[in-house]
């Protein structure tokens, strides 16, 4: 490798840096809890980008016991010497002024995700406290700042071999909603960059509770694959591999079937998870539709059938990951989750088109395989088809009918009203005489639930238990969900806290997410948490969740005369009771189901729900002791 020279002539300035913490939502995206961990994105996206031109290897993030972050690398180190222009180290140059990095010169980094140069200044902008530390020309320099504000001037603190950058910052929390960062949520952005980045070795620790991940894939996106594919059935052991380059883009996917019937495609462009999709994803649709099509229609494989399957067809049970690298990628906005460059999809499809048409020809077995699974795709969804005219016939899909259990709220406003999902028609009887009839609707759910994971759509659609939930929501379900026609904004599952009701909010929360995942991504499903037991003496009521509670509200108000009644189920509650514990908005304690990490969340729900034992086995044996309050 030829090294060039990465010195402060590298650093190009477009200045302003005021409007950061006035409006940090335009920059990072929003000051929740997402917000929060950007900014540790932005500066781990930084040493990526030096592990891209070819100059790190190592990056170790760590949350320490005060709740700052710490990302060390072993790249080159921000460059230290003077700035020309601005008269400063070039390192304070990047800290203080947005829009001044490497990635505005050709030179300096040759592809980069943190392309509008703004990230490692604004995590300084909205960091309380922030210290920056380079190993360079063999010494270590050190400068602090304060609010994105020079508090120390850039000094030399020892000396040392190594080269790289060590940053550690405190959030500002007067600026976020929280200051509290997730072991977990960081996880499933350094695993994919362990993943999209073939050999870089990426740790994680969390120095408040001892957890520590250590992420190095020398697979690469093969081994991205196998890994969502742990808890499936594949129809080929090895995934296929496809990678290319034309104009300037660099493109690589890796494709491996399963016998199941959810569709699994991950999309980044320069390691950013495009979540949105864009070019790169579309470019990938079209080629494999087209070389699927072409096959089927070559090897005599469609002789018998009346349709041609569709890409929704082709795409059944597909696990892939797609990683586009482009010199100038445009991006919708600062956080960057949909590819916008238009000569990107034609790169994309024609190396899917002409690579995959290859493979199929060298591998005819694995290609019949795929085909005759989409062909059998393209039958289920004209079953889906008419099941979905069946069951409109029927007036069960049509928003102008309601399911006959459902007990309706009268208010029509959207933003305010609530659907209990409750276990049995014991609870749910109670539940409709406690409720506030304005804003709060009941469906009483009964029998065994339908295990969606195992489920072709068809299926799900002729399910007389899932049907009345499809019709209460009247959004629709699968492609043609909606979620504008909404009818509740809180859905909330309120089930028994055994064995049986644990499994059925498993049974709904898979349902939801493989079928209407946006109810999730938008927050609109809740679980509620019903207490355990009531701990009472004369007039004195005291309903707790756990044991623990309990043998704390005992010694509150004294064991003797005191009567402890322990519910083994909602249906054990009058009405009076499940409204005062578990309906009332006031007093009520509720989960709210969201998605940290999509890429685990679909593995978990396979892990749980498929069809192969050992993966579920050693999941239970690796978290058994982490069950708390657990009713049999």
Same mark, same amino acid.
């Given at each position: 490798?030829?090294?060039?020279?990465?010195?402060? @002539?590298?650093?190009?300035?477009?200045?302003?840096?005021?409007?950061?913490?006035?409006?940090?939502?335009?920059?990072?995206?929003?000051?929740?809890?997402?917000?929060?961990?950007? $900014?540790?994105?932005?500066?781990?996206? %930084?040493?990526?980008?030096?592990?891209?031109?070819?100059?790190?290897?190592?990056?170790?993030?760590?949350?320490?016991?005060?709740?700052?972050?710490?990302?060390?690398?072993?790249g080159r180190g921000i460059p230290t010497d003077m700035h020309k222009e601005e008269n400063m180290p070039a390192v304070t140059v990047?800290?203080?002024?947005?829009?001044?990095?490497?990635?505005? @010169?050709?030179?300096?980094?040759?592809? #980069?995700?943190?392309?509008?140069?703004?990230?490692?200044?604004?995590?300084? #902008?909205?960091?309380?406290?922030?210290?920056?530390?380079?190993?360079?020309?063999?010494?270590?320099f050190r400068q602090f700042f304060k609010q994105g504000i020079i508090a120390s001037e850039l000094e030399v603190i020892g000396e040392?071999?190594?080269?790289?950058?060590?940053?550690?910052?405190?959030?500002?929390?007067?600026?976020?909603?929280?200051?509290?960062?997730?072991?977990?949520?960081?996880?499933?952005?350094?695993?994919?960059?362990? /993943?999209?980045?073939?050999?870089?070795?990426?740790?994680?620790?969390? *120095?408040?509770?001892?957890?520590?991940?250590?992420?190095?894939?020398?697979?690469?996106? %093969?081994?991205?694959?196998?890994?969502? +594919?742990?808890?499936?059935?594949?129809?080929?052991?090895?995934?296929?591999?496809?990678?290319?380059?034309?104009?300037?883009?660099?493109?690589?996917?890796?494709?491996?079937?399963?016998?199941?019937?959810?569709?699994?495609?991950?999309?980044?462009?320069?390691?950013?998870?495009?979540?949105?999709?864009?070019?790169?994803?579309?470019?990938?649709?079209?080629?494999?539709?087209?070389?699927?099509?072409?096959?089927?229609?070559?090897?005599?494989?469609?002789?018998?059938?009346?349709?041609?399957? !569709?890409?929704?067809?082709?795409?059944?049970?597909?696990?892939?990951? $797609?990683?586009?690298?482009?010199?100038?990628?445009?991006?919708?906005?600062?956080?960057?989750?949909?590819?916008?460059?238009?000569?990107?999809?034609?790169?994309?499809?024609?190396?899917?088109?002409?690579?995959?048409?290859?493979?199929?020809?060298?591998?005819?077995?694995?290609?019949?395989?795929?085909?005759?699974?989409?062909?059998?795709?393209?039958?289920?969804?004209?079953?889906?088809?008419?099941?979905?005219?069946?069951?409109?016939?029927? &007036?069960?899909?049509?928003?102008?009918? $309601?399911? &006959?259990?459902?007990?309706?709220?009268?208010?029509?406003?959207?933003?305010?009203?609530?659907?209990?999902?409750?276990?049995?028609? !014991?609870?749910?009887?109670?539940?409709?005489?406690?409720?506030?009839?304005?804003?709060?609707a009941v469906l009483p759910l009964w029998g065994k639930m339908l295990n969606t994971e195992k489920a072709r759509i068809d299926r799900?659609?002729? +399910?007389?238990?899932?049907?009345?939930?499809?019709?209460?929501?009247?959004?629709?379900? &699968?492609?043609?969900?909606?979620?504008?026609?909404?009818?509740? %904004?809180?859905?909330?599952?309120?089930?028994?806290? @055994?064995?049986?009701?644990?499994?059925?909010?498993?049974?709904?929360?898979? /349902?939801? /997410?493989?079928?209407?995942?946006?109810?999730?991504?938008?927050?609109?499903?809740?679980?509620?948490?019903?207490?355990?037991?009531?701990?009472?003496?004369?007039?004195?009521?005291?309903?707790?969740?756990?044991?623990?509670?309990?043998?704390?509200?005992?010694?509150?108000?004294? *064991?003797?005369?005191?009567?402890?009644?322990?519910?083994?189920?909602?249906?054990?509650?009058?009405?009076?009771?499940?409204?005062?514990?578990?309906?009332?908005?006031?007093?009520?304690?509720?989960?709210?189901?969201?998605?940290?990490?999509?890429? *685990?969340?679909?593995?978990?729900?396979?892990?749980?729900?498929?069809?192969?034992?050992?993966?579920?086995?050693?999941?239970?044996?690796?978290?058994?002791?982490?069950?708390?309050?657990?009713?049999?």
């Amino acid at each position: 490798m030829i090294e060039e020279r990465y010195d402060s @002539d590298n650093i190009k300035v477009l200045k302003g840096l005021e409007a950061v913490r006035k409006r940090p939502a335009m920059y990072i995206g929003g000051t929740g809890e997402r917000g929060l961990h950007h $900014l540790v994105y932005e500066v781990v996206d %930084n040493s990526i980008d030096e592990a891209l031109a070819g100059y790190c290897d190592t990056v170790d993030v760590r949350i320490t016991e005060d709740g700052c972050v710490i990302v060390e690398d072993n790249g080159r180190g921000i460059p230290t010497d003077m700035h020309k222009e601005e008269n400063m180290p070039a390192v304070t140059v990047v800290l203080t002024i947005l829009h001044a990095g490497g990635k505005f @010169d050709d030179k300096t980094y040759k592809i #980069a995700g943190g392309l509008h140069g703004v990230g490692v200044s604004v995590v300084n #902008a909205l960091s309380e406290d922030f210290e920056v530390r380079v190993s360079q020309k063999g010494k270590i320099f050190r400068q602090f700042f304060k609010q994105g504000i020079i508090a120390s001037e850039l000094e030399v603190i020892g000396e040392t071999k190594k080269t790289g950058t060590w940053i550690k910052f405190k959030p500002d929390e007067t600026i976020f909603e929280t200051v509290t960062f997730s072991f977990e949520y960081l996880t499933g952005r350094l695993r994919e960059l362990a /993943f999209l980045n073939r050999g870089v070795s990426i740790m994680l620790t969390d *120095e408040r509770t001892a957890k520590h991940h250590h992420f190095k894939y020398d697979g690469g996106i %093969n081994s991205f694959v196998e890994y969502l +594919n742990e808890a499936k059935k594949p129809l080929y052991k090895e995934p296929v591999y496809i990678q290319g380059e034309k104009e300037k883009a660099t493109f690589e996917v890796s494709i491996q079937y399963t016998d199941g019937y959810s569709e699994n495609l991950y999309s980044f462009a320069n390691n950013i998870n495009t979540i949105e999709g864009g070019t790169h994803l579309s470019g990938f649709k079209k080629a494999l539709t087209l070389t699927v099509n072409n096959y089927i229609k070559s090897t005599g494989l469609d002789k018998s059938e009346k349709t041609v399957p !569709s890409g929704d067809d082709i795409r059944e049970g597909i696990t892939a990951v $797609l990683s586009v690298k482009v010199k100038d990628p445009q991006f919708e906005g600062q956080t960057k989750t949909k590819l916008q460059n238009t000569d990107v999809e034609g790169i994309v499809s024609s190396i899917v088109y002409e690579k995959l048409t290859v493979y199929f020809e060298e591998n005819p077995k694995i290609a019949k395989d795929i085909c005759l699974k989409a062909i059998s795709a393209s039958r289920a969804r004209e079953a889906a088809r008419k099941a979905r005219d069946l069951t409109r016939r029927k &007036g069960l899909l049509e928003s102008g009918s $309601l399911p &006959g259990k459902l007990a309706d709220c009268s208010s029509n406003d959207k933003e305010t009203t609530e659907l209990f999902l409750v276990e049995g028609d !014991s609870a749910g009887g109670s539940a409709k005489q406690g409720r506030d009839r304005n804003f709060q609707a009941v469906l009483p759910l009964w029998g065994k639930m339908l295990n969606t994971e195992k489920a072709r759509i068809d299926r799900v659609l002729g +399910n007389d238990k899932i049907q009345p939930i499809i019709l209460a929501l009247g959004a629709g379900i &699968g492609d043609e969900f909606d979620i504008n026609k909404l009818r509740y %904004n809180k859905i909330i599952i309120m089930a028994d806290a @055994d064995v049986d009701g644990q499994h059925i909010c498993t049974l709904l929360l898979t /349902f939801f /997410f493989r079928y209407m995942r946006p109810l999730i991504e938008n927050g609109h499903i809740y679980i509620a948490k019903p207490p355990l037991f009531l701990v009472k003496r004369g007039k004195k009521e005291i309903y707790v969740f756990t044991e623990a509670d309990r043998d704390k509200a005992l010694a509150e108000i004294g *064991e003797k005369g005191t009567m402890v009644q322990r519910y083994k189920g909602l249906g054990e509650m009058n009405a009076e009771q499940l409204w005062e514990t578990t309906l009332d908005p006031e007093k009520r304690t509720m989960m709210r189901i969201k998605i940290d990490d999509a890429v *685990e969340a679909d593995r978990m729900f396979t892990i749980l729900m498929g069809d192969e034992v050992e993966p579920r086995r050693r999941f239970i044996e690796e978290n058994a002791q982490y069950v708390k309050n657990l009713d049999v």
